[in-house]
Each structure stands twice: as structure tokens, then as C-alpha cells.
């Protein structure tokens, strides 16, 4: 009957302190036997409940051995084979022998340092990418709670705008940058016309693994908000938005000219120079010297062209005249 109080006192102890490493992956019963025999020096007799928190100031407590535990997922078996070598022994030697408290506090500080130095060495927690959606590469093994922390991430991420002319085709990836598992399954919802993130305002329309939702040829109809969710077995990872915004082809075609003729005259009617060069300016002109000069030139080539005109028609018209001498007999 006192062996059976003293275990639920002591159980009890254990238990009202917050977890640790240690409570992760020792039994209760290893813990026992381990403080069976813990001597107080001091009153030389013995006392479990100090055997106790000195595990709980060691280990509990201790923020190396937190930090050292948090290790990548997959990897609490490791720790729990790290810890258990360095406390089962311990276990075996004390159990049922007296000692006292000065050897537990050198033996288990001592099992604290070296579970610190191997934990380290496991992977680490590969990283979390923002902002969205439940990762779970990037849960981190906590061992106040003997479980994985995930990234805390919301499930639903930004909605994300996009632009396409009616007709147009559109395409819409259910993608993100993390590691998905390969069970997954991948829901397509739409709510029209709204630009909304209430689950209850979607309606499904695709189902499968296919990350791709296409529309060939869009239409007004189509303008809204598209879901995609993401879910392995039963669990959902992510929740993706898309707010489609369709624009009716005469209105674009209409703007598009507009745009055009805006950019093409300058005040007062002239065109825009051509590609390339500066914008709203023209050709330079001339200097008024350079101007009389060209005008000079091209009057004296016009006059010289009439002169050599003139001249060359003068023999022809002599010539003329002394054949029609001769022909009356003069």
C-alpha cells in the first residue's frame, strides 16, 4: 500500500512540471527507479521528491536541452535513442542502491551535456515559407509538448489578381513553393463575380490531382473568385485564391486605339517622331544662313539649266532658216 502511494506522489511530481525531452521519451517507471535511491547529504536520508526536480531543473528547464530538441521531422526517435543512452545505464546502476544527491547532480548534468552535443548534430527544421498553408517539412519537434510544431501559417492565402480579355484563354496553377506530400488531392471551387475569401460563397467545380484549372475562351460569366485546396487524406494544406477580372473584347479594343492616338499626335496635329528618338520633339531645322545658301544654289542651278536650254536651241533654229533660203532659190 506505501509502495503504491509513494509511485502516485511521485508519478504525480513528475507530471505537474512542465514536459521536456525527457518526459518525451523516458518512462515513468525508469524515472523511479532512477530516484529510488537518492540521498540527501545534507540529513542523510533519502528523497525522491528532490531526485525529481532535479530532473525537472536539468532537464525541463533547461533551455540547451529544449533547443537541442528541435530537430527536423522524423527525427524524435533519434532523440529518444540519444536521451536513453545516457539515462537507461544510470537506471541500472542506481536502481535499489543509495546515493547521494552530490553523484546525481554531476551523473545527470553530466547526461545533459552530452544529449545537448548529439542532439545538435540531428538535421535541423528545414525552414518555413511565408505566407501560407500548412507545411509540414517545416514542423519543428517541440519538446515542451512531445510534438510537432507546425509553421503556424494561415490556411488561406492572399487572392492574387488577373487581367484577360474576353475570348482570351486563362490558366490558373494551384502551386506553392513548399514540399507537398504525394497523396494529394486538389479541389477547384468558383464564387461569381464576387471578390471574396468565405468559404461558403464557393461552389466546386473540378476534383482530381491535376494542379491546372484552364478556361479556353473566357467569357463575362467567368469573372470571379476560383479556389484551389489542396488536401492529403483528409487534412487540408493550402487554400489558394484567384480573383478573375474579364474584359469585354469591343471595350478593349475600343481603349487600345484610344491609347494608340493619345500616343501618336502631339498639340497641334503632328505626329510623334519616329521609334526611338526623344519623346514630343522634331527634326531641328536649319540655320536662316545655311536656309539662303541652299536657296542661292538652287536658283543658279535653275537659271544655268535655262541658260543651256536657250543656247543649245539657237543653232537649231539657224539652221532652220538657211533651209528654207535655199529651197526658194536665194
Known amino acids: 500500500m506505501c509502495t503504491s502511494a509513494l509511485w502516485l506522489v511521485c508519478v504525480s511530481l513528475l507530471f505537474s512540471t512542465s514536459l521536456s525531452c525527457y518526459q518525451c521519451f523516458v518512462d515513468v517507471q525508469d524515472s523511479l527507479r532512477l530516484c529510488w535511491g537518492h540521498v540527501l547529504t545534507e540529513y542523510n536520508v533519502r528523497n525522491i521528491d528532490t531526485c525529481f526536480k532535479k530532473l525537472d531543473r536539468i532537464f525541463n528547464y533547461h533551455e540547451g536541452v529544449i533547443e537541442a530538441g528541435r530537430v527536423g521531422e522524423g527525427y524524435e526517435k533519434q532523440l529518444k535513442e540519444i536521451l536513453n543512452a545516457e539515462i537507461l545505464p544510470m537506471v541500472e546502476e542506481f536502481d535499489k542502491k543509495q546515493n547521494k544527491d552530490t553523484v546525481y547532480e554531476e551523473r545527470l548534468q553530466t547526461a545533459a551535456d552530452n544529449f545537448i552535443a548529439a542532439a545538435f548534430k540531428l538535421p535541423r527544421v528545414s525552414g518555413c515559407f511565408p505566407p501560407c498553408g500548412f507545411q509540414s517539412a517545416g514542423a519543428v519537434y517541440n519538446c515542451i509538448t512531445c510534438q510537432y510544431d507546425s509553421c503556424q501559417f494561415?490556411?488561406?492565402?492572399?487572392?492574387?489578381?488577373?487581367?484577360?480579355?474576353?475570348?482570351?484563354?486563362?490558366?490558373?496553377?494551384?502551386d506553392v513553393p513548399f514540399h507537398l506530400p504525394t497523396d494529394i488531392e486538389v479541389i477547384w471551387r468558383f464564387a461569381e463575380e464576387v471578390k471574396t475569401q468565405q468559404v461558403d460563397q464557393f461552389k466546386e467545380v473540378t476534383a482530381g490531382v491535376d494542379p491546372l484549372y484552364s478556361i479556353p475562351s473566357a467569357r463575362l460569366q467567368h469573372q470571379g473568385t476560383y479556389q484551389c485546396e489542396i488536401y492529403s487524406g483528409q487534412r487540408s494544406i493550402v487554400r489558394l485564391y484567384y480573383y478573375l477580372t474579364v474584359t469585354p473584347q469591343v471595350v478593349a479594343g475600343h481603349t487600345e486605339l484610344q491609347e494608340i492616338f493619345d500616343l501618336s499626335l502631339l498639340p497641334g496635329g503632328r505626329l510623334l517622331p519616329a521609334l526611338g528618338g526623344p519623346p514630343h520633339s522634331l527634326l531641328p531645322l536649319p540655320s536662316p544662313p545655311l536656309l539662303i545658301a541652299c536657296l542661292t544654289a538652287l536658283l543658279l542651278l535653275l537659271f544655268l539649266s535655262l541658260g543651256t536650254l536657250y543656247w543649245s536651241s539657237i543653232p537649231e533654229q539657224t539652221s532652220y532658216a538657211e533651209q528654207a533660203d535655199e529651197d526658194l532659190g536665194f
Do not use: F
Not at 488561406?156 to 494551384?174: A, G, L
Open 154 to 174: 494561415p490556411l488561406d492565402c492572399p487572392v492574387k489578381e488577373i487581367k484577360v480579355t474576353e475570348n482570351s484563354r486563362s490558366q490558373m496553377w494551384c
